[in-house]
């Protein structure tokens, strides 16, 4: 069994790697959103950045799983903090495969395929980034205020997305720029909209570590309270 002075300082790393991984998953991010506005250094930097990732996602689960077997009994918050800790990753982790979808995709897209696309993007991506960074913090930090403020984001960047698929879809009905690289376009916009909803998740792990409940439905949706 794990000394108590031990255990807590597996816990403060725990926290630090989720950090690291949490600040690359949003630097990947930014870095896609540079990918849209033809920043090809940033293509490269993503693709290439997988190994990292990796090690950090091991790094974490293999802690987690030395913490639940060492570590007995683990009760209250501590076994939350964990337990959500190990979900967080898997969440972070598919963030991280849909830059490099994100990066693979505009390294293999003609010249002039955006046709002003790309800032919109780039904000998108600004915002997604933004989000993954402050659940990440919220969540590490039990800071319920912080995690209630990405969970509410997650609206502007519903909306950003509905402009950028409003606008894919007048390009596919004009046939202007290269009709073959709009659907491709229309899945970058949906996979920045869908960094938000994991860093949706992220935060909502917040309430699972303080309260031992989740506020938000497996689609999404924040859950009435019993009081409205």
Known sequence: MLTRTKFLKQLDDMAALLGRLGDKAASDTRAAGLAAAGDHGAETGILEGRKAAERLRGQIEGLCLDIMLMQQPLVGEDLRFVSASFRIVSDLSQVDSMTRDVAFIFSEMPEGALDGLGERFGSMAERAAGMV???????????????????????????????????????????????ASLPELLMVAKYFERIGDKAQHVADWTFFRTRGERMLTPGGHVIPSEEA
């Not at 659940?135 to 909306?159: K, N, Q, R, Y």
């Open 133 to 179: 960074e402050r659940a990440v913090a919220a969540f590490c930090g039990s800071d319920e205020a912080a995690a209630h403020a990405v969970i509410d984001a997650d609206d502007e960047l519903d909306a950003a997305y509905a402009q950028a698929e409003a606008r894919v879809v007048e390009l596919i009905r004009t046939g202007d720029p290269s009709p």
